[in-house]
């Protein structure tokens, strides 16, 4: 495997926008995690009605930058494709905001953050491996104090993919009031035994790292780069499909054919490789650790007494729950199981299994049947918002 590049220090290398809310916030583990820090990013102006705010909610290594070239990698925003002047999510019409995950690496409140004490002091070292657990709610929790600094009293629409989603599903059904509509995308109301089973593999492979040191990574100089990118590697497959993967590589090979057992002989060896070392240059392994047990222990039904139906009973909030056919990490039998719910509480519900055989990254891909679905939704949602 080829060596990764040493990560940047992460979060602190960048001037992120953030707030910062003194009072902290109290984690469902019963932390109170102070200050608490909220970096996020903006696109398109807020109405004088503060009517026409978006939320977009990223997925587990995405960040804050949606709509625009990314401060560490370089590349253009993760979402560019759906958000922008005249893009589905049209931010000549919208104001569209996007914050870093609490748990994150991009500047809020994460592992890599400085330590505080319970009083909110800087304990002059990062968190590491001492940051506590959170859940999807304490991130939407984060987000809403956000969104109440930016003053904005309703959202018109959270949108979000895989684990974005699982925080759509979240705001809806913890702030029901607070949403006027909601676009959950390739994503599920409890994260799967064999979702749990892939995040485990990639944990263990970061914990097998001999740069580890147990999560005090910072304290001897080193990023555990291989067990990060071993971690990336396993989950991106997961992220495609086996007619993606043909269509890409198939069985071609980088050299000609010859019996040896050396890396890289494959090309798709060698995509995986790159995936899992341009990885390791922006993303930290604990912060990796963190949200993937936050996406491990999401599970909405069981928030609510066992009954999906349960967090959305009487919900106002007008829902489009969108998969893709080739998803087998977030299959569509598991936006069935959202859409069955919503219908239990007689919600305002649509629901379309995009046909693609891109597999569950094809919410970051050129599927124009998505782009018509999310811009049509918006629209007729902006129409009945307008209408009172
Ligand atoms: C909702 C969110 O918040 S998501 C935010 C997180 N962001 C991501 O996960 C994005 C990273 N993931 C990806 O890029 C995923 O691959 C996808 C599926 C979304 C992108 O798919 P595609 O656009 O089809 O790109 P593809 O999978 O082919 O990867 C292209 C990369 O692989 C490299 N590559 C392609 N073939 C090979 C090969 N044989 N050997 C080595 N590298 C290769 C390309 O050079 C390119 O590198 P670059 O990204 O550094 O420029
Ligand atoms: N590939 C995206 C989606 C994963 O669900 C990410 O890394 O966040």
Redesign the pocket.
């Known amino acids: 495997m080829q060596r990764a590049a040493p990560a940047p220090a992460l979060g602190d290398a960048v001037a992120h926008q953030t707030e910062t809310f003194a009072e902290g916030l109290r984690l469902d583990c019963g932390t109170l995690l102070r200050p608490l820090k909220v970096a996020y990013r903006t696109y398109g102006r807020l109405n004088e009605s503060r009517s026409n705010a978006i939320l977009i909610c990223?997925?587990?290594?995405?960040?804050q930058y949606v709509a625009e070239r990314h401060p560490v990698t370089g590349?253009p925003g993760?979402?560019e494709i759906m958000v922008g002047p005249g893009r589905p999510i049209d931010t000549n019409r919208f104001f569209v905001i996007c914050a870093n995950v609490l748990g994150g690496c991009m500047g809020s409140s994460g592992p890599p953050s400085e330590m505080t004490d319970a009083e909110g002091r800087p304990q002059g070292r990062p968190w590491g491996t001492a940051f506590p657990p959170v859940t999807i709610r304490d991130m939407v929790r984060a987000q809403a104090m956000l969104i109440e600094r930016l003053g904005i009293p309703k959202l018109f629409s959270v949108i979000?993919?895989?684990m974005?989603g699982m925080q759509v599903l979240e705001w809806a059904a913890l702030f029901p009031g607070r949403v006027f509509s909601a676009i959950p995308i390739a994503t599920a109301a409890w994260h799967s035994a064999q979702n749990i089973a892939f995040h485990e593999i990639g944990r263990q492979a970061i914990h097998a790292d001999p740069n580890f040191h147990g999560g005090e990574y910072w304290r001897h100089g080193t990023i555990p780069a291989r067990g990060l990118a071993v971690a990336r590697m396993t989950a991106?497959i997961t992220?495609?499909s086996e007619q993606?993967l043909a269509r890409?590589?198939g069985r071609r090979l980088?050299t000609g054919p010859m019996l040896t057992f050396d890396n890289d002989l494959f090309?798709?060896e060698?995509?995986l490789?790159?995936?899992g070392s341009?990885f390791v240059q922006r993303f930290d392994a604990n912060s990796y650790l963190t949200i993937t047990r936050a996406m491990d222990f999401f599970d909405l039904a069981a928030e609510h007494g066992g009954s999906l139906g349960e967090a959305f009973r009487a919900t106002p909030v007008r829902f489009c729950v969108i998969s893709f056919s080739s998803d087998w990490l977030f299959p569509t039998a598991m936006s069935r199981e959202i859409v069955r719910a919503l219908n239990a509480a007689a919600a305002n519900v649509s629901f379309v299994e995009i046909t693609s055989d891109?597999g569950h990254?094809a919410?970051?891909?050129d599927e124009p049947d998505l782009f018509r679905t999310v811009s049509g939704f918006l629209k007729g949602a902006a129409e009945r918002w307008s209408r009172g």
């Open positions: 990223h997925a587990l290594t995405g960040d590349k993760w979402w979000g993919g895989s974005g991106h992220y495609l993606a890409k590589f980088r090309e798709v060698s995509y490789q790159h995936q341009t891109k990254d919410f970051l891909l």
